[in-house]
């Protein structure tokens, strides 16, 4: 028996775009964190016009809506918590205008990042936001979590490469806006919002022109906090690579057992330096940066020698959380940020954090960003361990706070981190945010339980029913 | 006799910071468009607390609240048109905190802009965003229009250099937003809401690295048109320049008879380039650029030989609109902008609209971002004049509107151009964005009259009671 919703949304849209049998919702009822919750209906629409439809109807019914990328996110942002509709963007997947001369592209939200820059790549022009999970993950996606990526160190996050956003409102009506227009930022207001303001239905993006010339370097340290004084030494020297990013013992040697890329797998910590420029540019840049290293206890410096190294260093890098599958049942990641002179400091007092909690832990991050991502070890089937690493996690949040830092870097935070909100903002300024919200979704019906606390609980972190969730 | 607003304001604040007879409050009625209205009472501020306070009693007593940077707007955005409280941050003009590892700085609104750049070369960093006004106007005027400026080209424009804010709202709360922390970008939503969201006392600002080697040159055309070519093939070829700015004759001869900065000035128009990077970059970026302005027509192309040079060639360009004082009674400066590839096609609409309305027009522009600034000349003795005036202006609006373009590029929209907003946005998107603002500032009390269409004309630019305010 198909509920009153799902008859309504068949009669509008069809069988070829609504999913409503058990089986066929299956797939829509978690995302790489692992609560999970079947929706009452899902929509796998062609167009914008479609969406609007949907969403009158679910706005008649009083149904949740609750987009979805590629179900990549780490914080359960497109888990459908309450049931309701999702909207997936499978079939929404193309670039719709490409103007290379302008350098600016209108893409639909299913779009895989990296299918848009291998598709311009021919005009020598690239996107530059480039999350790890760009392979799968989607600009629809990219743009709720105002993802970064290891390039974002001198390009930007996803915000600073959105120029326009159509999107669809809690009342069903298209709108669309643009940076170049006059009046309130509502483009920057809508990235890194998870779906809770609109429902993004086409995406202007900004276009960069290839560089002349990349080089990729690996540098071996003793330990994560010299590689970090590094780090923080060549962002003080006021030089800006295109990547620098830290991997700790642990993660290397998973990652190189993995890849064979060419890590120094007996380093304490290795340092992935990307420069980029003319050739001049290129080489006058390593030559600073070693020296600089070298400064900074530098064991070995090595530059790829061609494409070929180049990529497989950055296919390791991009794919280390799915190598620690080697060495560990689940694990946990944390996503926070420091201020970059504070990261020696910061990996020491984490370390000591997971000691305290007898929790091996592997560190692989954003070290030019001061965006840390460590990676908590354990086995879900131990609820000892369950429980140490959410209290853990808590500390490494409310340490990287304590040091002027923040509680989500790039991930977003959706189901998993919303009660930490209130560690950061004050009553006050969450319901300003909220009443932000009710001006774009006054049923506030987009993506509920995500970003904002329950209110429930304040100042503390709730223990999310699923931890554990990221299994290997 | 003081007004109750005024003597409230007295006994909260006291007389040293509190302005309200009318001999004192005559310098706060205007700004650089002439509209001008006296207000109530004026306050000069020591720091948030007593903004707060003044805001509580004004929302108390139902005035209206007009923030006023150095009041050099030429939108009329710091006009306190309907009277009240005008709150000057003259006296709020410090770098509060100075961080030069991490380069960034905390500054008070009445900081005016080159005094920040000023204090901080020693340490090798600047401040980018550079309007032609930065030598008088303020960094919370900035924030408030999104301001531009010519090196905007290659650095984007103050919301991609504003870290932070902090601000008071409506109810006199005061709040805190930054860039690092999750939730929706409130911080980017202040910026360039002119006023209308909330009091900004702090703002927290990026700073950057002085670059090694800057070449500026000047190439000479035969025409503005031709000069637009060569910049629309510049940014075809990929080069970003850190500037790219075009004069015609007529503005390159008023501007070398006051300043003697070594503009050609028998030119049909000239474009003015900045490259830095290091000496080796400069160097290339210059060849490339001479290559490509000679391929499409320059006369000459000569560098500035050093320092002095440069300067000379800047403080011309930046004092531009003032040297039209040499030949015009009155002029007023137009702000929109075109898709970079349609500079050309624009600059033949402006010259035909200009002849229709028998009208001399000058053209002083940052070519380099698609933003014109087309001067009409006029006398406002003539009333014929100035219906002309108004009537290219409105034509020149919409020519940019159907090439793709938008009314403001950085000026704001102030009071001059509110009911040009209609021109881009539906009745529904100016409703969405009227209720943000009542998130805010819910009695609609911060900078009445400005942005937001009044209402009584749809798509209609009004003519301006004060057209010719900006007398040269």
Not at 287 to 297: N, T
Not at 349 to 366: E, Q, S, Y
């Amino acid at each position: 028996m198909l509920s009153s919703f799902a008859s309504r949304l068949l009669d509008a849209l069809g069988p070829d775009v609504v999913r409503a049998a058990p089986e066929d919702l299956a797939v829509y009822a978690f995302d790489a964190y692992s609560e999970d919750k079947l929706p009452s209906a899902a929509i796998v629409p062609h167009d914008a016009r479609e969406v609007a439809i949907a969403v009158r109807i679910a706005r008649e019914c009083g149904e949740p809506i609750v987009p979805r990328g590629a179900g990549t996110g780490l914080c359960g942002g497109a888990v459908p918590s309450r049931g309701g509709l999702v909207i997936s963007f499978a079939r929404m997947n193309r670039i719709v205008e490409l103007d290379v001369r302008n350098r600016r592209a209108r893409v639909q939200p299913g779009l895989i990042n990296l299918d848009l820059s291998a598709a311009i790549a021919g005009a020598g022009i690239f996107y530059a936001p480039d999350p790890s999970s760009q392979k799968i993950s989607t600009i629809g996606g990219n743009v709720g979590t105002n993802a970064g990526g290891p390039h974002c160190l001198s390009y930007g996050t996803t915000t600073n490469h959105v120029l326009g956003i159509e999107y669809v409102d809690g009342n069903g009506a298209l709108h669309h806006t643009s940076i170049d227009d006059s009046g309130y930022d509502l483009t920057g207001l809508l990235v890194g919002s998870e779906g809770t303001l609109g429902i993004v239905t086409e995406v202007d993006v900004r276009l960069m022109k290839l560089p002349e010339a990349v080089r990729v370097c690996v540098a071996a340290f003793t330990d994560v906090e010299s590689a970090s004084e590094a780090v923080s030494a060549i962002i003080g020297a006021g030089i800006v690579p295109t990547a620098l990013e830290i991997m700790d013992a642990l993660i290397t040697r998973a990652v190189e057992a993995h890849y064979h890329a060419g890590y120094p797998e007996n380093a304490g910590a290795v340092l992935l330096v990307e420069i980029a420029g003319t050739h001049d540019d290129a080489a006058a840049g390593e030559a600073a940066l070693a020296a600089i290293a070298r400064e900074h206890g530098a064991l070995s410096w090595r530059a790829a020698r061609d494409q070929r190294e180049r990529d497989a260093l950055w296919a390791a890098r991009k794919g280390a959380a799915g190598a620690i599958g080697r060495i560990a049942p689940n694990y946990y990641i944390q996503d926070a940020c420091v201020p970059r002179t504070r990261l020696p400091e910061v990996m020491h007092a984490i370390d000591a954090i997971a000691r305290d909690h007898k929790l091996p832990v592997g560190n692989v991050f954003h070290a030019g960003d001061g965006n840390l991502h460590p990676l908590l070890i354990f086995d879900r089937r131990e609820r000892r361990q369950v429980e140490a690493v959410v209290a853990a996690g808590t500390e490494i949040l409310r340490t990287c706070i304590a040091m002027g830092g923040t509680i989500s870097g790039e991930h977003g935070i959706g189901y998993e981190k919303r009660e930490t909100l209130s560690l950061v903002f004050s009553p006050d300024d969450l319901a300003a945010m909220g009443r932000v919200r009710d001006v774009f979704d006054p049923m506030r019906a987009f993506n509920p339980d995500k970003i904002f606390p329950s209110g429930a609980m304040c100042g503390e972190v709730k223990t999310p029913a699923a931890l554990g969730t990221a299994t290997a």
